[in-house]
């Protein structure tokens, strides 16, 4: 199976910064990746599919970049209601997989 | 618009039984990949299953996980997708949660029911 290791697990920034949350893959997974939000009681919302393509309605302060093993979500000017956990996920392979999760704190 | 609405979920006794629904709309249900993804309250993702499109026959594919004692179905005259568990064990305790595959040659995960609880518990 491929491993999807995210990090970090938490991080704590304050409104309009910066946010950068990487996950790595233990194979090469081309460019099947895609990243998900998810807050407490709520379903995961998908973000970002095929690296670096926006899902329909996602705020253009989320990107995505990567290729190969190594991939980023960037928050650019981060806004109270982007705390929540982030996921990423390979479906370049069966079983498809899952980064164990990054939680994003609002200081 | 795409609404994908779960149900079926409830307390069960390891070793038993439990069947969840899925009722989908806003789409056309036979050309989509179906997914059923489930999440430990508190804890991460684990995708389960997969249903291909009609396409391509519904075929399904599934963690080593349940694989054996769970089964994906669909009933297209229904736009429903099942998910048929057996042999429960209290680490199936979960949501589970019913996507839609995205319209592509790779489907990314591009929407998601509410998700059901299912307690394995004696």
């Known amino acids: 199976d491929i491993q999807m290791t995210q990090s970090p697990s938490s991080l704590s920034a304050s409104v309009g910064d910066r946010v950068t949350i990487t996950c790595r893959a233990s194979q090469d997974i081309r460019s099947w990746l895609a990243w998900f939000q998810q807050k407490p009681e709520k379903a995961p919302k998908p973000l970002i599919y095929?690296?670096?393509s926006l899902q329909g309605g996602v705020p253009s302060r989320f990107s995505g970049s990567g290729s190969g093993t190594d991939f980023t979500l960037t928050i650019s000017g981060l806004q109270p209601e982007d705390s929540a956990t982030y996921y990423c996920?390979?479906?370049?392979?069966?079983?498809?997989?899952f980064g164990g999760g990054t939680k994003v704190e609002i200081k | 618009e795409v609404q994908l609405v779960e149900s079926g979920g409830g307390l069960v006794q390891p070793g038993g039984s439990l069947r969840l629904s899925c009722a989908a709309s806003?789409?056309?249900?036979?050309?989509?990949?179906m997914d059923w993804v489930r999440q430990v309250p508190g804890k991460g993702l684990e995708w389960v299953g997969r249903s291909r499109n009609k396409r391509n026959s519904y075929t399904t594919e599934y963690a080593a996980s349940v694989k054996g004692r769970f089964t994906i179905s669909r009933d297209a005259s229904e736009n429903s997708l099942y998910l048929q568990m057996s042999s429960l064990k209290t680490e199936d305790t979960a949501v589970y949660y019913c996507?839609?595959?995205?319209?592509?040659?790779?489907?990314?995960?591009?929407?998601w029911g509410q998700g059901t609880l299912v307690i394995v518990s004696s």
């Open positions: 996507c839609r595959g995205s319209y592509s040659s790779s489907p990314n995960l591009d929407y």
């Open positions: 806003g789409f056309s249900f036979s050309d989509h990949y």
């Open positions: 996920q390979q479906y370049s392979t069966y079983p498809l997989t």
């Open positions: 095929d690296i670096s």
